[in-house]
Protein backbone atom coordinates (compact mmCIF):
# COMPACT_ATOMS: atom_id res chain seq x y z
CA UNK A 1 0.00 0.00 0.00
CA UNK A 2 2.68 2.67 1.11
CA UNK A 3 5.06 1.94 -1.92
CA UNK A 4 8.59 2.33 -2.56
CA UNK A 5 8.79 4.96 -0.16
CA UNK A 6 9.50 3.21 3.07
CA UNK A 7 12.71 1.14 3.68
CA UNK A 8 12.55 -2.12 3.28
CA UNK A 9 14.38 -3.46 6.23
CA UNK A 10 17.09 -6.18 5.64
CA UNK A 11 17.87 -7.34 8.97
CA UNK A 12 21.26 -9.10 9.71
CA UNK A 13 22.87 -11.02 13.10
CA UNK A 14 26.12 -10.76 14.04
CA UNK A 15 27.57 -13.26 17.28
CA UNK A 16 30.40 -11.99 19.29
CA UNK A 17 32.03 -13.79 22.11
CA UNK A 18 35.18 -13.33 24.47
CA UNK A 19 37.55 -15.36 24.07
CA UNK A 20 38.01 -16.75 27.75
CA UNK A 21 34.09 -18.62 26.67
CA UNK A 22 33.43 -21.38 24.48
CA UNK A 23 32.78 -19.84 21.21
CA UNK A 24 30.42 -22.81 20.53
CA UNK A 25 27.70 -21.28 22.91
CA UNK A 26 27.81 -17.89 21.06
CA UNK A 27 27.22 -19.43 17.15
CA UNK A 28 24.86 -22.87 18.52
CA UNK A 29 22.93 -19.81 20.52
CA UNK A 30 22.89 -17.35 16.98
CA UNK A 31 22.00 -20.51 15.06
CA UNK A 32 19.20 -21.16 17.74
CA UNK A 33 17.83 -17.74 17.60
CA UNK A 34 18.00 -17.62 13.69
CA UNK A 35 15.79 -20.46 13.88
CA UNK A 36 13.12 -19.40 15.98
CA UNK A 37 12.99 -16.13 13.63
CA UNK A 38 12.15 -17.65 10.52
CA UNK A 39 12.65 -16.48 7.18
CA UNK A 40 14.20 -13.19 6.94
CA UNK A 41 17.11 -12.62 9.22
CA UNK A 42 20.64 -13.37 7.61
CA UNK A 43 23.13 -14.97 9.90
CA UNK A 44 26.42 -13.88 9.82
CA UNK A 45 29.17 -16.66 9.23
CA UNK A 46 31.88 -14.84 11.42
CA UNK A 47 31.71 -14.86 15.10
CA UNK A 48 33.29 -11.99 16.50
CA UNK A 49 36.10 -12.13 18.95
CA UNK A 50 38.59 -9.88 18.03
CA UNK A 51 38.47 -6.30 15.91
CA UNK A 52 40.03 -8.57 13.03
CA UNK A 53 36.88 -10.42 12.97
CA UNK A 54 34.66 -7.57 13.16
CA UNK A 55 35.61 -6.28 10.02
CA UNK A 56 35.01 -9.42 8.48
CA UNK A 57 31.53 -9.83 10.04
CA UNK A 58 30.27 -6.21 8.83
CA UNK A 59 32.05 -6.81 5.37
CA UNK A 60 30.18 -9.74 5.30
CA UNK A 61 26.60 -8.54 6.32
CA UNK A 62 27.41 -5.23 4.36
CA UNK A 63 28.07 -7.41 1.24
CA UNK A 64 24.36 -9.71 2.15
CA UNK A 65 22.80 -6.22 1.42
CA UNK A 66 21.92 -6.06 5.93
CA UNK A 67 20.76 -2.64 6.66
CA UNK A 68 20.17 -3.24 9.98
CA UNK A 69 22.00 -5.81 12.43
CA UNK A 70 21.21 -7.60 15.58
CA UNK A 71 24.98 -7.82 17.15
CA UNK A 72 23.96 -11.04 19.67
CA UNK A 73 25.89 -11.51 23.41
CA UNK A 74 25.85 -15.44 22.94
CA UNK A 75 28.59 -15.36 26.04
CA UNK A 76 30.05 -12.20 28.54
CA UNK A 77 31.48 -11.08 24.86
CA UNK A 78 34.44 -8.98 23.64
CA UNK A 79 33.55 -4.98 24.48
CA UNK A 80 35.78 -3.32 22.16
CA UNK A 81 35.13 -5.47 18.91
CA UNK A 82 31.34 -6.01 19.32
CA UNK A 83 31.01 -2.16 19.72
CA UNK A 84 33.05 -0.85 17.08
CA UNK A 85 30.33 -3.12 15.01
CA UNK A 86 28.12 -0.50 15.70
CA UNK A 87 30.73 2.16 15.33
CA UNK A 88 31.17 0.84 11.53
CA UNK A 89 28.07 -0.56 10.35
CA UNK A 90 26.23 1.94 8.49
CA UNK A 91 22.72 1.49 10.00
CA UNK A 92 20.84 0.76 13.18
CA UNK A 93 21.88 -1.89 15.19
CA UNK A 94 20.57 -3.66 17.81
CA UNK A 95 21.79 -5.35 21.34
CA UNK A 96 20.84 -8.11 23.14
CA UNK A 97 21.76 -10.92 25.24
CA UNK A 98 21.92 -15.29 25.77
CA UNK A 99 20.01 -16.12 28.96
CA UNK A 100 21.11 -19.28 30.63
CA UNK A 101 19.66 -22.61 30.73
CA UNK A 102 20.78 -24.66 27.55
CA UNK A 103 23.90 -26.26 28.95
CA UNK A 104 25.12 -26.77 31.92
CA UNK A 105 26.14 -23.83 34.47
CA UNK A 106 30.01 -24.50 34.13
CA UNK A 107 31.10 -25.07 31.12
CA UNK A 108 27.69 -23.85 29.54
CA UNK A 109 27.77 -20.67 31.37
CA UNK A 110 28.07 -17.91 29.48
CA UNK A 111 27.10 -14.57 31.42
CA UNK A 112 25.76 -12.44 28.87
CA UNK A 113 23.47 -10.88 31.61
CA UNK A 114 26.62 -9.54 32.93
CA UNK A 115 28.58 -8.67 29.52
CA UNK A 116 25.13 -6.87 28.52
CA UNK A 117 26.29 -4.47 31.43
CA UNK A 118 30.19 -3.86 29.84
CA UNK A 119 28.72 -3.25 26.35
CA UNK A 120 26.11 -0.25 27.34
CA UNK A 121 28.86 1.22 29.36
CA UNK A 122 31.10 1.11 25.69
CA UNK A 123 28.64 2.06 24.04
CA UNK A 124 28.41 5.28 25.98
CA UNK A 125 31.51 5.63 25.62
CA UNK A 126 32.05 5.96 21.90
CA UNK A 127 28.67 7.85 22.14
CA UNK A 128 27.01 5.04 19.95
CA UNK A 129 23.38 4.72 19.70
CA UNK A 130 21.86 1.82 19.59
CA UNK A 131 18.43 -0.25 20.70
CA UNK A 132 18.24 -2.34 23.34
CA UNK A 133 14.85 -4.02 24.42
CA UNK A 134 13.17 -3.23 27.58
CA UNK A 135 14.72 -6.61 29.17
CA UNK A 136 17.31 -7.44 26.54
CA UNK A 137 18.19 -11.00 27.68
CA UNK A 138 17.14 -14.12 26.51
CA UNK A 139 16.16 -17.62 25.00
CA UNK A 140 16.18 -17.92 21.33
CA UNK A 141 12.44 -17.38 21.27
CA UNK A 142 12.40 -14.52 23.56
CA UNK A 143 15.40 -12.59 21.70
CA UNK A 144 13.55 -13.65 18.39
CA UNK A 145 10.43 -11.36 19.19
CA UNK A 146 12.64 -8.59 20.71
CA UNK A 147 14.17 -8.81 17.03
CA UNK A 148 10.58 -8.47 15.62
CA UNK A 149 10.06 -5.60 17.83
CA UNK A 150 13.45 -4.40 16.51
CA UNK A 151 11.91 -4.48 13.30
CA UNK A 152 9.47 -1.10 12.77
CA UNK A 153 12.18 0.62 14.58
CA UNK A 154 15.13 0.03 12.63
CA UNK A 155 12.58 1.25 9.05
CA UNK A 156 11.84 4.55 10.56
CA UNK A 157 15.24 5.39 11.95
CA UNK A 158 16.74 3.98 8.08
CA UNK A 159 14.08 6.27 6.59
CA UNK A 160 15.05 9.49 8.53
CA UNK A 161 18.60 9.26 7.78
CA UNK A 162 17.46 8.65 4.16
CA UNK A 163 14.29 11.39 4.13
CA UNK A 164 14.36 14.60 2.20
CA UNK A 165 11.80 16.91 3.14
CA UNK A 166 10.35 19.50 0.28
CA UNK A 167 8.42 22.48 1.34
CA UNK A 168 6.72 24.75 -0.89
CA UNK A 169 6.13 28.34 0.72
CA UNK A 170 6.44 30.03 3.82
CA UNK A 171 3.79 29.36 6.43
CA UNK A 172 0.75 31.31 6.65
CA UNK A 173 0.78 34.65 8.13
CA UNK A 174 -0.11 34.14 12.32
CA UNK A 175 0.04 30.43 12.00
CA UNK A 176 3.21 30.09 13.94
CA UNK A 177 1.81 26.60 14.76
CA UNK A 178 3.69 25.70 11.49
CA UNK A 179 7.07 27.52 12.03
CA UNK A 180 10.19 25.94 13.59
CA UNK A 181 13.64 25.94 13.63
CA UNK A 182 14.83 23.48 10.96
CA UNK A 183 18.10 22.87 13.44
CA UNK A 184 16.98 19.82 14.48
CA UNK A 185 16.79 18.06 10.69
CA UNK A 186 19.69 18.30 10.32
CA UNK A 187 20.71 16.80 13.78
CA UNK A 188 19.30 13.51 12.91
CA UNK A 189 19.77 13.65 9.30
CA UNK A 190 17.30 15.25 7.36
CA UNK A 191 17.65 16.75 4.43
CA UNK A 192 15.43 20.00 3.37
CA UNK A 193 14.36 21.30 0.26
CA UNK A 194 12.33 24.71 0.30
CA UNK A 195 11.13 26.42 -2.33
CA UNK A 196 8.51 29.05 -3.39
CA UNK A 197 4.88 28.90 -4.16
CA UNK A 198 5.90 30.28 -7.56
CA UNK A 199 8.25 26.96 -8.41
CA UNK A 200 5.16 24.85 -7.49
CA UNK A 201 3.19 26.98 -9.70
CA UNK A 202 5.56 26.83 -12.80
CA UNK A 203 5.64 23.34 -12.84
CA UNK A 204 2.30 22.54 -12.24
CA UNK A 205 1.60 24.51 -15.76
CA UNK A 206 4.66 22.82 -17.43
CA UNK A 207 2.17 19.71 -16.77
CA UNK A 208 -0.93 20.99 -18.60
CA UNK A 209 -2.16 18.09 -20.99
CA UNK A 210 0.44 15.71 -19.47
CA UNK A 211 -0.32 12.45 -21.51
CA UNK A 212 -1.09 10.61 -18.05
CA UNK A 213 -3.46 12.85 -16.57
CA UNK A 214 -6.34 11.14 -18.03
CA UNK A 215 -5.53 7.82 -16.43
CA UNK A 216 -4.67 9.30 -13.05
CA UNK A 217 -8.35 10.95 -13.55
CA UNK A 218 -9.57 7.43 -14.28
CA UNK A 219 -8.11 6.47 -10.88
CA UNK A 220 -9.41 9.09 -8.97
CA UNK A 221 -13.03 8.21 -10.22
CA UNK A 222 -12.53 4.57 -9.37
CA UNK A 223 -11.41 5.29 -6.27
CA UNK A 224 -14.35 7.78 -4.93
CA UNK A 225 -17.22 6.21 -7.08
CA UNK A 226 -19.64 8.03 -8.63
CA UNK A 227 -21.50 11.10 -7.23
CA UNK A 228 -18.57 11.47 -4.73
CA UNK A 229 -16.55 13.85 -7.01
CA UNK A 230 -16.06 16.56 -9.03
CA UNK A 231 -15.96 15.19 -12.51
CA UNK A 232 -14.60 18.61 -13.58
CA UNK A 233 -12.04 19.01 -11.21
CA UNK A 234 -10.46 15.52 -12.15
CA UNK A 235 -8.05 16.98 -14.60
CA UNK A 236 -7.01 20.19 -12.29
CA UNK A 237 -5.92 17.70 -9.12
CA UNK A 238 -4.40 15.01 -11.53
CA UNK A 239 -2.70 17.64 -12.84
CA UNK A 240 -1.10 18.62 -9.44
CA UNK A 241 -0.65 14.84 -8.42
CA UNK A 242 1.54 14.27 -11.22
CA UNK A 243 3.85 17.69 -10.53
CA UNK A 244 3.98 16.26 -7.25
CA UNK A 245 5.46 13.26 -8.21
CA UNK A 246 7.45 14.29 -10.86
CA UNK A 247 9.11 16.78 -8.54
CA UNK A 248 9.85 14.21 -5.78
CA UNK A 249 11.75 12.14 -8.02
CA UNK A 250 13.61 14.92 -10.00
CA UNK A 251 14.69 16.46 -6.58
CA UNK A 252 15.82 13.82 -3.87
CA UNK A 253 19.30 13.86 -4.71
CA UNK A 254 21.30 12.00 -2.98
CA UNK A 255 18.34 10.95 -0.39
CA UNK A 256 15.90 8.23 -0.82
CA UNK A 257 12.70 8.59 0.46
CA UNK A 258 10.73 12.31 0.33
CA UNK A 259 8.32 14.16 2.02
CA UNK A 260 6.53 17.17 1.48
CA UNK A 261 5.51 20.77 3.11
CA UNK A 262 2.87 22.62 1.21
CA UNK A 263 1.54 26.04 1.49
CA UNK A 264 -2.54 25.30 0.92
CA UNK A 265 -3.66 28.41 1.62
CA UNK A 266 -5.08 31.25 1.20
CA UNK A 267 -3.44 31.71 -2.54
CA UNK A 268 -3.16 28.44 -3.04
CA UNK A 269 -6.51 27.87 -4.18
CA UNK A 270 -7.76 30.71 -6.14
CA UNK A 271 -4.10 30.43 -8.46
CA UNK A 272 -4.44 26.70 -8.79
CA UNK A 273 -8.20 26.03 -9.15
CA UNK A 274 -8.84 23.72 -6.48
CA UNK A 275 -7.61 22.75 -2.68
CA UNK A 276 -5.35 20.50 -2.83
CA UNK A 277 -6.43 18.29 -0.29
CA UNK A 278 -7.95 15.63 -1.68
CA UNK A 279 -4.45 14.71 -3.38
CA UNK A 280 -2.31 15.59 0.09
CA UNK A 281 -4.28 12.30 0.75
CA UNK A 282 -3.68 10.37 -1.88
CA UNK A 283 0.08 10.62 -2.06
CA UNK A 284 -0.02 9.85 1.89
CA UNK A 285 -2.04 6.45 1.04
CA UNK A 286 1.14 5.99 -1.24
CA UNK A 287 3.69 6.61 2.04
CA UNK A 288 4.38 10.00 0.68
CA UNK A 289 3.36 12.66 3.92
CA UNK A 290 2.33 15.90 2.14
CA UNK A 291 1.59 17.95 5.37
CA UNK A 292 -0.63 20.70 5.24
CA UNK A 293 0.26 24.59 5.82
CA UNK A 294 3.99 24.27 5.03
CA UNK A 295 4.26 21.80 8.61
CA UNK A 296 7.28 21.07 8.22
CA UNK A 297 7.81 18.82 11.27
CA UNK A 298 4.28 17.55 10.75
CA UNK A 299 5.75 15.86 7.56
CA UNK A 300 8.47 14.01 9.34
CA UNK A 301 6.05 12.96 11.99
CA UNK A 302 3.83 11.63 9.54
CA UNK A 303 6.61 9.28 8.11
CA UNK A 304 7.30 8.41 10.96
CA UNK A 305 4.49 7.11 11.85
CA UNK A 306 4.11 4.97 8.43
CA UNK A 307 7.31 3.41 8.87
CA UNK A 308 6.52 1.97 12.50
CA UNK A 309 2.75 1.09 11.33
CA UNK A 310 3.73 -0.17 8.10
CA UNK A 311 0.11 1.80 7.22
CA UNK A 312 -0.86 5.29 6.86
CA UNK A 313 -1.73 8.08 8.37
CA UNK A 314 -2.95 11.39 8.76
CA UNK A 315 -2.19 15.20 10.44
CA UNK A 316 -5.02 16.92 12.33
CA UNK A 317 -5.78 19.68 14.16
CA UNK A 318 -6.41 19.20 17.90
CA UNK A 319 -9.76 20.93 16.96
CA UNK A 320 -12.41 21.66 19.25
CA UNK A 321 -14.02 19.66 22.06
CA UNK A 322 -16.98 17.26 22.17
CA UNK A 323 -20.49 19.41 22.68
CA UNK A 324 -21.84 18.23 25.98
CA UNK A 325 -25.15 16.91 24.49
CA UNK A 326 -23.09 14.48 21.86
CA UNK A 327 -21.09 13.53 24.80
CA UNK A 328 -24.52 12.63 26.53
CA UNK A 329 -25.98 10.83 23.58
CA UNK A 330 -23.39 9.19 21.95
CA UNK A 331 -20.98 8.33 24.48
CA UNK A 332 -21.96 8.02 28.46
CA UNK A 333 -23.11 4.58 28.44
CA UNK A 334 -21.25 3.73 25.51
CA UNK A 335 -17.67 4.52 26.80
CA UNK A 336 -15.52 4.54 29.44
CA UNK A 337 -14.47 8.07 28.72
CA UNK A 338 -14.73 10.98 30.49
CA UNK A 339 -15.87 14.36 28.65
CA UNK A 340 -12.91 15.73 29.24
CA UNK A 341 -10.89 12.42 27.64
CA UNK A 342 -12.32 13.13 24.50
CA UNK A 343 -11.81 15.51 21.59
CA UNK A 344 -12.42 16.25 17.52
CA UNK A 345 -9.45 16.17 15.53
CA UNK A 346 -9.93 17.93 12.24
CA UNK A 347 -8.61 19.14 8.61
CA UNK A 348 -10.33 20.43 5.70
CA UNK A 349 -9.60 16.92 3.85
CA UNK A 350 -5.75 15.69 3.75
CA UNK A 351 -6.92 11.89 5.78
CA UNK A 352 -6.91 8.81 3.49
CA UNK A 353 -10.05 8.00 1.82
CA UNK A 354 -9.81 4.24 3.41
CA UNK A 355 -9.75 5.98 6.54
CA UNK A 356 -13.23 8.05 6.47
CA UNK A 357 -16.54 6.28 6.63
CA UNK A 358 -18.42 4.98 3.92
CA UNK A 359 -20.27 8.34 2.88
CA UNK A 360 -16.82 10.15 2.27
CA UNK A 361 -16.68 12.45 -0.66
CA UNK A 362 -14.83 15.68 -2.26
CA UNK A 363 -15.96 18.51 -1.39
CA UNK A 364 -15.40 21.90 -0.88
CA UNK A 365 -13.38 24.11 2.27
CA UNK A 366 -16.48 26.02 4.16
CA UNK A 367 -14.20 28.09 5.69
CA UNK A 368 -11.93 29.14 2.69
CA UNK A 369 -15.49 29.52 0.35
CA UNK A 370 -16.45 32.24 3.13
CA UNK A 371 -13.13 34.05 3.27
CA UNK A 372 -12.02 33.70 -0.98
CA UNK A 373 -15.42 33.82 -2.99
CA UNK A 374 -18.45 35.89 -3.58
CA UNK A 375 -20.83 35.67 -0.21
CA UNK A 376 -23.61 33.55 -1.70
CA UNK A 377 -22.13 32.09 -4.90
CA UNK A 378 -21.51 28.70 -5.62
CA UNK A 379 -17.83 27.01 -4.56
CA UNK A 380 -15.29 26.88 -7.59
CA UNK A 381 -11.54 27.00 -6.54
CA UNK A 382 -11.97 26.25 -2.98
CA UNK A 383 -13.06 22.58 -4.25
CA UNK A 384 -11.12 19.70 -3.56
CA UNK A 385 -10.87 18.25 0.06
CA UNK A 386 -11.38 15.08 1.16
CA UNK A 387 -14.42 15.30 3.93
CA UNK A 388 -15.89 12.77 6.26
CA UNK A 389 -16.06 11.37 9.47
CA UNK A 390 -13.08 9.03 10.29
CA UNK A 391 -13.88 5.44 10.84
CA UNK A 392 -13.47 4.61 14.49
CA UNK A 393 -10.33 2.94 15.05
CA UNK A 394 -7.40 2.73 17.77
CA UNK A 395 -5.36 5.51 17.16
CA UNK A 396 -1.46 7.01 18.35
CA UNK A 397 -1.42 10.49 18.54
CA UNK A 398 2.11 11.95 18.70
CA UNK A 399 4.61 14.11 17.35
CA UNK A 400 8.44 14.92 16.94
CA UNK A 401 8.93 18.78 17.27
CA UNK A 402 11.73 21.27 17.19
CA UNK A 403 11.18 24.02 20.04
CA UNK A 404 12.08 27.35 19.89
CA UNK A 405 14.94 27.12 21.56
CA UNK A 406 16.20 24.48 19.12
CA UNK A 407 15.83 21.19 21.08
CA UNK A 408 13.89 18.18 19.77
CA UNK A 409 11.19 16.75 21.88
CA UNK A 410 8.23 14.69 21.27
CA UNK A 411 4.71 13.20 22.65
CA UNK A 412 3.00 10.42 22.31
CA UNK A 413 -0.54 9.52 23.50
CA UNK A 414 -2.63 6.04 22.36
CA UNK A 415 -6.64 6.22 22.60
CA UNK A 416 -9.12 5.34 19.74
CA UNK A 417 -11.45 7.07 17.51
CA UNK A 418 -15.14 6.76 18.84
CA UNK A 419 -18.09 5.39 16.39
CA UNK A 420 -19.90 8.92 16.92
CA UNK A 421 -21.38 11.10 14.38
CA UNK A 422 -19.15 14.60 14.74
CA UNK A 423 -22.56 16.24 12.33
CA UNK A 424 -19.39 18.48 11.46
CA UNK A 425 -17.31 19.31 8.30
CA UNK A 426 -14.43 18.18 6.91
CA UNK A 427 -11.94 15.04 7.84
CA UNK A 428 -12.99 15.02 11.20
CA UNK A 429 -13.41 12.66 13.98
CA UNK A 430 -14.25 11.82 17.88
CA UNK A 431 -11.20 11.12 19.73
CA UNK A 432 -10.69 9.57 22.91
CA UNK A 433 -7.55 9.37 24.91
CA UNK A 434 -7.36 8.79 29.01
CA UNK A 435 -6.55 11.55 31.00
CA UNK A 436 -6.37 13.70 27.47
CA UNK A 437 -7.46 17.17 30.16
CA UNK A 438 -4.61 16.90 31.76
CA UNK A 439 -2.33 15.60 29.08
CA UNK A 440 -3.70 18.70 27.28
CA UNK A 441 -2.96 21.60 29.88
CA UNK A 442 0.40 19.95 31.27
CA UNK A 443 2.20 19.09 27.77
CA UNK A 444 0.36 20.41 24.86
CA UNK A 445 -0.15 23.91 26.58
CA UNK A 446 2.55 23.71 29.04
CA UNK A 447 5.42 22.54 26.60
CA UNK A 448 4.10 25.12 23.84
CA UNK A 449 2.99 22.06 21.13
CA UNK A 450 1.52 23.58 18.02
CA UNK A 451 -1.85 22.33 17.00
CA UNK A 452 -1.16 20.06 14.77
CA UNK A 453 -0.62 16.18 15.55
CA UNK A 454 0.43 13.22 13.36
CA UNK A 455 -1.98 10.12 13.55
CA UNK A 456 -0.98 6.17 13.16
CA UNK A 457 -4.18 4.04 12.77
CA UNK A 458 -3.16 1.08 15.33
CA UNK A 459 -1.22 1.43 18.88
CA UNK A 460 2.19 1.84 18.19
CA UNK A 461 3.58 4.23 21.16
CA UNK A 462 6.14 1.77 22.55
CA UNK A 463 7.92 1.95 18.65
CA UNK A 464 7.44 5.48 18.36
CA UNK A 465 9.21 5.71 22.06
CA UNK A 466 12.04 3.93 20.98
CA UNK A 467 12.66 5.47 17.50
CA UNK A 468 12.68 8.97 19.71
CA UNK A 469 14.85 7.91 22.10
CA UNK A 470 17.56 6.52 19.27
CA UNK A 471 17.10 9.76 17.72
CA UNK A 472 18.16 11.44 20.65
CA UNK A 473 15.15 12.67 21.95
CA UNK A 474 15.24 13.62 25.99
CA UNK A 475 11.63 14.84 26.04
CA UNK A 476 9.25 12.15 24.80
CA UNK A 477 6.04 13.14 26.65
CA UNK A 478 3.17 10.94 27.66
CA UNK A 479 -0.42 10.84 28.60
CA UNK A 480 0.44 10.21 32.38
CA UNK A 481 -2.20 8.39 34.46
CA UNK A 482 -4.24 10.16 37.34
CA UNK A 483 -1.72 8.64 40.08
CA UNK A 484 1.39 9.95 38.05
CA UNK A 485 0.86 13.90 38.24
CA UNK A 486 2.60 16.37 36.34
CA UNK A 487 5.35 18.04 37.57
CA UNK A 488 3.74 21.38 36.85
CA UNK A 489 0.12 19.66 37.72
CA UNK A 490 -1.32 21.51 41.00
CA UNK A 491 -1.83 18.86 43.96
CA UNK A 492 -5.24 20.65 45.02
CA UNK A 493 -6.59 21.21 41.67
Given at each position: MLGNNIPTVQLGIIAVSRDCFPIALSTQRRKNIVAAYGEGLYECPVTVENELDMLKAVDDVTAAGCNALVVFLGNFGPETPETEIAQRFDGPCMFVAAAEGDGNMIDGRGD?????????????????????????????????????????????????????????????????????????????????????????????????GDPRIPAVCADMAAEMGEGSYYPELNERMAQFELTLLDWAEAH???????????????????????????????????????????????????????????????????????????????????????????????????????????????????????????????????????????????????RLQCDSEGVLRSYIAQGEILDVPTRSFGGIGVFAIPEMGRFYRHVLIQKRYPHHGAVAFSHVGKYLYEVFKFLGVEDIAYNQPKSLPYSTENPWS
Open positions: AYCGMLNCSYNLGMRHLNAYIPEYPVGTADEVADMIRDFVPVARAIIGVKNLKIITFGPRPQDFFACNAPIKGLYEIGVEIEENSELDLLVSYKEHAKGSKKYVAFADKCWPAFPSQFGFEPCYVNSRLVSRGIPVSCEVDIYGALSEYIGMCVSGDTVTLLDINNSVPKYIYDEDIVGKYDYKLTDTFMGFHCGNTPECKLCSDRAVKYQLIQHRLLEPQGSEPDFTRGTLEGDIAASPITFY
